[in-house]
């Protein structure tokens, strides 16, 4: 995990980084203002000397069981610089009444499923998503299945079968009219 | 002296102008629907494409017909028992996952497994990648109607099957190795089988190279198609041989070596165009340096033990936990209550099959993972589709949707 690249966000956009933790195992990770997050994804993606042009992915933690756990959701960037050899992890808090993240689909093109992954599992949204839909959930699901005050047995309502448009039967007697 | 409607009709040939001759049709986009349950789409992805003709005009790739919960069950389950689950994720290759995850867990415990467990984990994954990418060349020889190199990829994927059915005891949903080690050491004259099944995979690699690589039909189909640049492929997130295709040498390997890949020797093949036929030529030529890595491991393994002397992590002998209190202890602990992981969180990431397994791990420091994220290499492949099968033709799709080796179980969780 890179504290080059920390370095350099602490340097140029002095107040997008808010803290930088190391973990257990010496990764280091820094926390970022939400509206901040293009210019940070931008810096890194384009400065020369951090190349951060490999996005890995973007995931959610639900904070709701931890000691410390406000704001509720932290959402978790990846990416990889070949240049520099190195990962990077960043984060961003958002609180429970107000979940919404700038989306980074404009930076990241591999940021469009996973944010519609966090979207449809924890019920972030992405402003600026050009296609916020559930992903692997189908859209009539109710609620978000990772949050973690979704029962583990929950059970969703039977959803009305969706209206096909514009089906072409072709000729023949069957099917047609 | 020549009929001049014969001279008409020659005229209007090369030479006239685009589709004065054919016959006006009243044509409109067509929407087709491939898959969930399409022979070509491997596994259960559906695909919306739009086509004009016969090209692809938009191909929206639709997911979530596997999805099984994957991270909800394993918040809810101790941390070994997560394993049968990561064998699901990508099951041609499950070793790679129950290593890649455990490797993540003993990273956040602080863990650090005897050399042995660290060959046979290399052994095992090594296996598994030969198994993965004959799979994968396999079925596209079979899916462009070569029968004949599907046919021997699979004789030397059953023969890699029945070595791992050895190891672990199970063909598919290996659920092998715990945290800390290997659940059991290497079987009496496994060693032995293991080398003369890599001398029988070798021979059928050989066929196949001999039979698809210089084949016209073949390179024609897979040359030019399904290209992608570098920068592309970096920016949806590409990994493994799909990124090294497009001539970007990021092999976790080789950039972050784990296990005991550092004293092993071998390369890391490198692509050119980023197209079907170097996604392809990419898992032959790693066929070939798999076979030589478990050839080493398998000379240079050290004995000793499989998994570390600690009863809070590792199970107890049988003969103590029949014969003691404190094994009895031991067991009933961990069982019941799980390997005792600090509150913590990390991120470590393993080479597999298909590029980089990335584990997200957050523990609260009760028995069980509080947040499970893998990132899965398959997703960002398949995001990326899109981009590479756009405006080509439909029988492109197929082609593509080989080489990029899509296993619906990671992608879906």
């Given at each position: ?9 602490a ?24 509206e ?6 931008q ?20 904070r ?17 610089s070949?240049?520099?050899n ?16 700038p ?18 599992f ?5 402003l ?19 949050r973690?005050?979704?029962?583990l ?10 209206p096909v ?13 | 002296?020549?009929?001049p ?7 209007a ?48 790739p ?10 909800k ?14 064998d699901?994720?990508?099951y ?29 984990r ?11 990418h ?7 020889g ?26 672990t005891?199970?063909r ?19 060693k ?5 099944t890599?001398?029988?995979c ?46 970007i ?45 478990v050839?080493?491991?398998?000379r ?10 600690d009863w ?10 029949y ?5 009895v ?21 393993t ?21 499970v ?15 590479m ?10 082609p ?14």
């Amino acid at each position: 995990m890179s504290a080059f690249a920390l370095d350099r966000i602490a340097k140029v956009l002095p107040e997008a980084l808010l803290e930088r933790p190391v973990d257990s195992s010496g990764g280091h990770w820094g926390l970022l203002r939400a509206e901040a997050l293009p210019a940070v994804a931008q810096l890194v993606k384009s400065d020369p000397e951090l190349g951060f042009k490999l996005f890995l992915s973007i995931d959610a933690v639900d904070r709701l069981h931890l000691a410390e756990n406000s704001p509720r959701f932290e959402v978790v960037y990846f990416a990889y610089s070949v240049l520099r050899n190195e990962h990077l992890r960043l984060k961003v808090r958002v609180t429970e009444e107000r979940p919404e993240v700038p989306s980074l689909t404009s930076v990241y093109q591999g940021a469009n499923w996973w944010e519609r992954f966090v979207w449809d599992f924890y019920g972030i949204r992405f402003l600026g998503h050009p296609d916020l839909t559930r992903i692997l959930m189908y859209e009539e699901f109710k609620g978000h299945p990772l949050r973690k005050d979704y029962p583990l047995r929950g059970r969703q309502p039977l959803t009305p079968e969706r209206p096909v448009e514009d089906i072409f039967r072709g000729p023949g007697t069957s099917g047609v009219g | 002296m020549a009929d001049p409607t014969d001279r008409a009709v020659d005229e209007a040939g090369p030479d006239a102008e685009d589709g004065e001759l054919e016959a006006h049709l009243h044509t409109k986009r067509m929407l087709i629907n491939m898959g969930p349950s399409h022979p070509a789409m491997h596994g259960t992805v559906r695909t919306r494409i739009e086509l004009e003709g016969e090209t692809i005009v938009r191909a929206i790739p639709e997911i979530g017909f596997l999805h099984r919960g994957f991270q909800k069950s394993c918040e809810n389950v101790t941390w070994n028992q997560c394993l049968p689950y990561t064998d699901r994720l990508n099951y041609v290759s499950a070793l790679m996952n129950n290593f890649g995850f455990l490797n993540a867990v003993e990273k956040l415990a602080g863990i650090t497994i005897p050399e042995r467990a660290q060959y046979i984990r290399v052994i095992g994954a090594e296996l598994h990648r030969i198994h993965d990418h004959l799979t994968c060349v396999g079925s596209i020889g079979l899916e462009l109607g070569g029968f004949a190199p599907f046919l021997y990829a699979i004789e030397g994927r059953e023969l890699i099957m029945d070595r791992v059915t050895e190891l672990t005891g199970a063909r598919l949903t290996t659920s092998f190795g715990r945290v800390g080690g290997i659940n059991r050491d290497l079987p009496e004259g496994w060693k032995e089988r293991v080398l003369k099944t890599l001398d029988k995979c070798h021979e059928l690699i050989g066929e196949i190279d001999t039979l698809l690589t210089a084949n016209r039909i073949f390179v024609d189909r897979m040359q030019g198609v399904g290209v992608i640049t570098s920068d592309d492929a970096q920016d949806f997130g590409f990994t493994g041989p799909c990124l090294r295709a497009t001539g970007i040498a990021y092999d976790v390997r080789k950039a972050h070596p784990y296990w005991v890949y550092d004293r092993m020797d071998f390369d890391v093949p490198v692509g050119v165009n980023g197209d079907n036929f170097d996604r392809y030529l990419m898992r032959l030529e790693e066929l070939k340096h798999s076979e030589s890595i478990v050839r080493q491991a398998l000379r240079d393994i050290p004995p000793g033990p499989v998994i570390v002397d600690d009863w809070r992590i590792a199970l107890p002998p049988k003969p103590e936990v029949y014969g003691t209190i404190e094994g009895v202890i031991a067991h009933f602990k961990l069982v019941m209550e799980g390997v005792p992981v600090p509150a913590g969180e990390v991120y470590d990431c393993t080479e597999a099959a298909n590029g980089e397994l990335g584990w997200y791990l957050v523990s609260d420091g009760s028995g069980r993972p509080y947040k499970v994220h893998v990132r899965a290499p398959g997703f960002a492949i398949l995001s990326g589709l899109p981009r590479m099968i756009e405006g080509r033709l439909l029988a492109d799709l197929i082609p593509t949707f080989d080489t990029i080796n899509m296993i619906g179980g990671e992608v879906e969780q």
